[in-house]
């Protein structure tokens, strides 16, 4: 079984997928993490992150088990990283050299400790429109702009990290922007997806919702 969950940033989906991923027995990538992989080693080099030439490069060097060890470092999930990793997704030539390795994935899903897993899910906004068109149950998952970023914030603060509100709703804002009109990562819903807009909704609102989806879907 292959699931995909788009969507715009903070909009909810890690929480859902990890979730499900956990029900029902499923491999989990989080495919933000190529980004940000490529992003954080920008940053680490002190390489300008309008250098898109230096971030394709180090998109065509990455593999897996390296995206998973520079995951272990402490502003692989900051404000900085997540605006890095903004940053570099928009530049086509990386996205082009991250597509295999995100695509393999599902011919051989292995959870966190390697063994093998039935099946996927992917979380990313083009997972379910360019990274894997044929999965079998696709997710929307979106949130107004100040829903999402007070859900990113309190992320933050719950993880002890520096915030300041304004400035992760700008930086939500912005990020929409510069993902509204990408012809290679669109952020839109694919055609059979299901949307789920949870502004008004708690997280075990929302799980429950999609477990109905796939329920029904396998009844
Ligand atoms: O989901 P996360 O915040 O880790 O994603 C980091 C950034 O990577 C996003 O803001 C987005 O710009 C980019 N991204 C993307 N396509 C994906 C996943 C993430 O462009 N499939």
């Known amino acids: 079984m292959i699931i995909t969950v788009d969507g715009p940033a903070a909009a909810g989906k890690g929480t859902l997928s990890s979730r499900l991923a956990k029900k029902y027995n499923l491999a989990y990538f989080d495919t933000g993490m190529v980004y940000r992989a490529v992003g954080l080693q920008l940053l680490k080099g002190n390489i300008d ?37 903004s940053v570099v997704s928009s530049y086509p030539g ?15 899903p292995v959870f966190a400790d390697g063994t093998p897993a039935q099946g996927v899910i992917y979380d990313g906004r083009d997972t379910g429109t360019v990274i894997c068109p044929q999965a079998d149950i696709k997710f929307f998952i979106t949130a107004s702009s ?3 970023a007070k859900r990113r914030y309190d992320e933050f603060v719950a993880k002890g990290m520096a915030a300041d509100y304004k400035q992760v709703l700008a930086d939500v804002v912005a990020r929409d922007e510069r993902d509204a009109n990408r012809k290679d990562a669109p952020m839109k819903p694919a055609e059979d997806a299901f949307i789920i807009d949870t502004s008004d909704m708690t997280i075990e609102q929302v799980y429950n919702c ?9 009844k």
């Open 146 to 148: 100040e829903v999402r």
């Open 49 to 85: 992150l309008t250098d898109a030439v230096a971030a394709e490069k180090m998109a065509h060097e990455l593999t897996f088990t390296k995206m998973m060890k520079l995951s272990q470092d402490k502003d692989f999930r900051s404000a900085a990283g997540g605006n890095a990793a």
């Open 210 to 218: 999609a477990v109905e989806i796939i329920e029904s879907k396998y």
């Open 94 to 108: 990386v996205r082009s050299q991250l597509l295999d390795m995100q695509r393999n994935f599902a011919k051989n």
